[in-house]
């Protein structure tokens, strides 16, 4: 058994939780310890690189004109006060990640490449590694690789640590932070995917993220916002490769196999809606679908090749491999299916405008951080900031409560009970696949074009309690089989609260995120507003809350 002291926990070393580091070593002499799961080198979302900041006020855009396109987008349901306060940080968080040695590219007057009206381009191979240097050379910052951290400490609503195990060292590690920061990312594995089985890693959110932060909040009794707004990316098929680098690059259609562009008759193009008129058309018999590359120039194919080697390299294998490429091809394009992520939708914690949770001394930033869609890279940065600016006001000398040593067994017992389980028939692989089966037939998955309806959800419901029990008797031959058994035993509390958001909004909102067949059409009458919810005593008690303009002050204590 291990004990850390420190004055801010951050759990999770993705782009929010190094950027929150950074910025509380720059300005405050504040000790920090990054809990990471993996090595910061290489961990997250960012891990394998990236090949545009998405999110950036270029030249003719304003705060507000952000905050207008994700209101837009999202169909009125955001927290405006949250997007417009990441708004205004963005070209901020981007020259500090320049200064960092991000190569941004650079037109011959020296300004920002665009890519679409709100994104430029990089060279984000290495973006992830720049992140972790940065923090890795400041003393006041220290960093534990591979620590898997299961729970908060929690007393009377208050969090005061965290504790966990070293995949690598065998300890039990208990850390004490007078605040805590979240910032594990979302929830990839809960669905089945488009590559099943030896391919399933090839999905396109980080497979790694498999929604402990979330889970942790719900077993503490946080409150929770956005679930049922579930994201799913429109890719390039098999590889699941970004299709924005081709769409908003090159500005191409999409086109059903007849050569017909089809996203207009399904409504105004939005990111939901592309991918729901995909789905329609397939689901009509006019698919496969694809964006429509064929004979754009040879320049044009040298700069697709250079951005998917930045982030997707496995598309440039497909290509090769058939001796062909965008020029003399169209590129075939697919749903994902869903992920719960606060990034791109709007699943997380219910915060304030400085990125606190519903329990004391626990800030949540970047992907589980609710209400706030669209943050990408630059939002998670500036969330990261928002957070450390708060912490470092409001930051004071108490710890707050220390475990005795039986509540320090206890712990410790229960975590290390998978270890001691006798061996039995069900594997830890066994339940991760029937998790997702369940959710892809009875929860809105890619065989059911992501539809679902009461009925079925509530089969899900009954279908997840099983896994619930079975997954305690769980055996562990090692701590990687440990990590992998806490894995999914937080992806079974995301989707038993999913599945209760999923139930609570009775109207469709977001086609495709939310298809609700019981109640197939929007209704701004009764729903445009949040559904949040609390775990109590086992269950999911659903809130509804008022929609929060721009210009309001939001206080949990409301």
Known sequence: MKTCETDVLIIGGGTAGCFCALTLAENSDIRVIIAEKANIKRSGCLAAGVNAINAHINPGETPDSFLEYVKKDSEQVIREDLVYSTARKLNKVTEKIEQLGLPILKDDKGNYVQRGKRGIKINGENI????????????????INRLNIVDYLVNEGRVYGAYGFSVETEEFITVYAKKTVCATGGTAGLYKSNNPECSRHKMWYSPFNTGAGYAMGIRAGA?????????????????IAPTGTIAHGLKVPQINRHGEEYVHKYGKPGTHIRLYATVQENKAG??????KTKGISKEQQEELFKAYLNMSPSHILKWLEKNSGPARENIEIEGT??????????????????????LESLYAVGDVAGGSPKKYVTGCFAEGEIAAESIIKDLKNNYGKKLTERELNEKFNGMTKFLKNPENSYSIELIEEALQEIMDKYAGGISEHYEY????????????????????????????ELMLICEIIDRLYVGKVLIEHLLARKETRWRCYQENTDFPQKDNKNWLKYVNSRYENGEVKIITRDLIRKEEIYEHSN
């Open 337 to 358: 299916e869903p992920y719960i992520t606060g990034g791109h939708a709007a699943s997380g914690y219910w915060v304030d405008i400085n990125r606190k949770t519903t």
């Open 453 to 480: 309806s009461k009925k079925k959800l509530e089969l899900a419901k009954n279908e997840l309690k099983n896994l619930f029990v079975l997954s305690r008797r769980l055996k562990a031959n090692n701590f990687h």
């Open 223 to 239: 409150e929770m916002t956005g679930f049922e707004m579930r994201f799913i990316a429109l890719r390039c098929k098999d590889t």
């Open 128 to 143: 992830k590694p720049i992140l972790a240097k940065a923090v890795e050379e400041k003393p006041s910052i220290t960093v």
């Open 286 to 291: 006019n698919g496969p679908c694809y964006l």
